[in-house]
């Protein structure tokens, strides 16, 4: 990381500095260091210009906000949100879409709001999305519906993700839903 890092400075145009600032913040976060990997994502936003590749600023903004809220926070997760629907609206793919839904569904759940979290995944197709991104979409709608009381939807989300996250091999995932789907089987509620 730290010959990355070093890197950075002979690079002149400052999109491609962004870039490894984006990278130098996600794996900041992935291994804990949240502090610095906000202020790595701050200089990469500083940086990364909308103009020269506006699909690789909205994803910046759209995988910052989601990174945020993975560790626990969502400062700045509105406006970066905002910026990565601009950006994907235009010139997003549907993967793109998909996962600023998701994105955007987990901050309303980590908010406390359910029902919008449930609305906002309601209308997802997911007909023909990959077994990783099926897991992901069924695993929101299971903390959803489970937050809502709906026991029922959420034991059919949970069990739904856990297949979907054993086929795309995300076995400690699997085994988390499958550890839900069975706590509300055996839930008296």
């Given at each position: 990381?730290?010959?990355?890092?070093?890197?950075?400075?002979?690079?002149?145009?400052?999109?491609?500095?962004?870039?490894?600032?984006?990278?130098?913040?996600?794996?900041?976060?992935?291994?804990?260091?949240?502090?610095?990997?906000?202020?790595?994502?701050?200089?990469?936003?500083?940086?990364?210009?909308?103009?020269?590749?506006?699909?690789?600023?909205?994803r910046?903004?759209?995988?910052?906000?989601?990174?945020?809220?993975?560790?626990?926070?969502?400062?700045?997760?509105?406006?970066?949100?905002?910026?990565?629907?601009h950006?994907?609206?235009?010139?997003?793919?549907?993967?793109?879409?998909?996962?600023?839904?998701?994105?955007?569904?987990?901050?309303?759940?980590?908010?406390?709001?359910?029902?919008?979290?449930?609305?906002?995944?309601?209308?997802?197709?997911?007909?023909?999305?990959?077994?990783?991104?099926?897991?992901e979409?069924?695993?929101?709608?299971?903390?959803?519906?489970?937050?809502?009381?709906?026991?029922?939807?959420?034991?059919?989300?949970?069990?739904?993700?856990?297949?979907?996250?054993?086929?795309?091999?995300?076995?400690?995932?699997?085994?988390?839903?499958?550890?839900?789907?069975?706590?509300?089987?055996?839930?008296?509620?």
């Amino acid at each position: 990381m730290s010959e990355l890092a070093g890197l950075r400075e002979d690079f002149a145009p400052s999109h491609l500095r962004g870039l490894i600032s984006w990278t130098l913040g996600n794996v900041a976060m992935l291994r804990g260091d949240v502090l610095q990997g906000l202020r790595e994502h701050d200089e990469a936003a500083q940086l990364l210009r909308p103009e020269t590749d506006l699909r690789a600023w909205g994803r910046f903004c759209k995988a910052s906000a989601a990174m945020r809220i993975s560790a626990g926070t969502d400062d700045g997760v509105d406006d970066l949100l905002a910026k990565a629907t601009h950006a994907l609206e235009l010139v997003g793919n549907q993967g793109d879409r998909l996962e600023l839904t998701l994105t955007r569904a987990e901050l309303a759940l980590t908010r406390g709001q359910s029902r919008k979290a449930a609305e906002l995944l309601r209308h997802t197709p997911m007909d023909g999305l990959p077994p990783l991104a099926l897991a992901e979409l069924s695993w929101l709608r299971h903390r959803a519906h489970a937050a809502l009381g709906e026991r029922e939807l959420a034991i059919g989300e949970a069990t739904t993700a856990a297949q979907a996250f054993e086929a795309a091999g995300a076995l400690p995932r699997a085994l988390a839903a499958w550890r839900a789907q069975q706590a509300l089987h055996t839930d008296p509620r």
